[in-house]
Nanobody, 126 residues
Framework: QVRLAESGGGSVQAGGSLRLSCAASGYTYSRFCMAWFRQAPGKEREGVGFIDRDGMTNYADSVKGRFTISQDNAKNTLYLQMNSLKPEDTAMYYC????????????????????WGQGTQVTVSS
């Protein structure tokens, strides 16, 4: 059974930084596509970015140049480094896994991801 657990959220002022972590267990981590999503109140869940088994990343335009996704396969942990945070980055952040393509990623659509963490809240004040 796939289990994902996010941590690292909190409150920060605009321009600040946070690093989120997602601890994975219950499967062979390196064989899954891993992604970060976020959802603000009253808005649809949106993809932030993904990383595949080879470390290739892709990001939403809204976070390019500010957010970096990385992973430590030995620790089965996914990270999201968020710099230059803006109030519009305020949301619940989720990590997710897609087990169906041998660790390669093709989409940031939430429907493509079958396992989800419980989320961690990020609040950015102006």
């Amino acid at each position: 059974q796939v289990r994902l657990a996010e941590s690292g959220g909190g409150s920060v002022q605009a321009g600040g930084s946070l690093r989120l972590s997602c601890a994975a267990s219950g499967y062979t981590y390196s064989r899954f596509c891993m992604a970060w999503f976020r959802q603000a109140p009253g808005k649809e869940r949106e993809g932030v970015g993904f990383i595949d088994r080879d470390g290739m990343t892709n990001y939403a335009d809204s976070v390019k140049g500010r957010f970096t996704i990385s992973q430590d396969n030995a620790k089965n942990t996914l990270y999201l480094q968020m710099n230059s945070l803006k109030p519009e980055d305020t949301a619940m952040y989720y990590c997710a896994a897609d087990p169906r393509r041998g660790g390669y990623c093709y989409s940031l659509r939430p429907i493509e991801y079958t396992s989800w963490g419980q989320g961690t809240q990020v609040t950015v004040s102006s």
